[in-house]
């Protein structure tokens, strides 16, 4: 059985890398992706679809978030929550047999792993209020029966205002994680970075 968490963890650094080392997807695929997945012939097959389709819709899923930011800049996001949130609505866009809630949810307790104390909750508002406006907009196809289920709570209506003074978005939606009883990791997880091919 394939450990998807690990999966999507391995697709995080990928991202990571090919964005902010500027690897190739060909060099992140063979010195991240498929190194760590070698043993999970499914689970590597997922994780370079979940990567390469990140990549792909980069530009459309930039702008999803940034319509839920008002008042604040993409580019002032936490790197990790940004690639995080990347990854999730590719998912919720692009993988029609994963229920949104599973996407979600994975998201939030990544974000609990690799972030800050605060990502858990911003990832979380973010993706409800994108999940609403994606069902909205007619852009989430998911087939079968309990593969789209509603936000575990109605995000705040329109983009939410951050202000411009700080540093950090506490939450998009000032509400409360999917699961509030866990606390986030006292040691963050490092992503890990790849030697520069010659």
Same mark, same amino acid.
């Given at each position: 059985?394939?450990?998807?968490?690990?999966?999507?963890?391995?697709?995080?650094?990928?991202?990571?890398s090919?964005i902010?080392?500027?690897?190739?997807?060909?060099?992140?695929?063979?010195?991240?992706?498929?190194?760590?997945?070698?043993?999970d012939?499914?689970?590597?097959?997922?994780?370079?679809k979940?990567?390469? *389709?990140?990549?792909?819709?980069?530009?459309?899923?930039e702008? !999803?978030?940034?319509?839920?930011?008002?008042?604040?800049? !993409?580019? *002032?996001?936490?790197?990790?929550?940004?690639?995080?949130?990347?990854?999730?609505?590719?998912?919720?866009?692009?993988?029609?047999? !994963?229920?949104?809630?599973?996407?979600?949810?994975?998201?939030?307790?990544?974000?609990?792993?690799?972030?800050?104390?605060?990502?858990?909750?911003f990832?979380?508002?973010?993706?409800?209020?994108?999940?609403i406006?994606?069902?909205?907009?007619?852009?989430?196809?998911?087939?079968?029966?309990?593969? !789209?289920?509603? +936000?575990?709570?109605? +995000?705040?209506?329109?983009?939410?205002?951050?202000?411009?003074?700080?540093?950090?978005?506490?939450?998009?939606?000032?509400?409360?994680?999917?699961?509030?009883?866990? +606390?986030?990791?006292?040691?963050?997880? *490092?992503i890990?970075?790849?030697?520069?091919?010659?």
């Amino acid at each position: 059985m394939s450990n998807r968490r690990k999966i999507r963890e391995t697709v995080l650094q990928a991202i990571y890398s090919s964005i902010i080392g500027d690897h190739s997807p060909e060099h992140v695929l063979q010195t991240i992706v498929k190194p760590n997945l070698s043993q999970d012939t499914a689970g590597l097959a997922f994780a370079e679809k979940l990567y390469l *389709r990140s990549l792909d819709n980069r530009s459309d899923v930039e702008e !999803i978030i940034s319509k839920h930011i008002a008042n604040w800049e !993409i580019e *002032r996001l936490a790197t990790v929550d940004r690639f995080i949130l990347q990854m999730a609505i590719t998912e919720l866009l692009t993988f029609e047999d !994963i229920p949104t809630k599973v996407t979600i949810n994975e998201a939030i307790e990544i974000a609990k792993e690799y972030s800050t104390a605060k990502s858990g909750r911003f990832v979380n508002g973010i993706l409800d209020a994108a999940l609403i406006s994606l069902q909205q907009e007619g852009k989430l196809k998911k087939k079968g029966r309990g593969l !789209i289920d509603a +936000p575990a709570r109605r +995000p705040h209506a329109g983009p939410v205002d951050y202000g411009q003074d700080e540093d950090f978005p506490e939450d998009a939606s000032q509400q409360e994680p999917i699961d509030p009883d866990r +606390p986030a990791a006292t040691k963050k997880k *490092r992503i890990k970075r790849p030697k520069r091919s010659p």
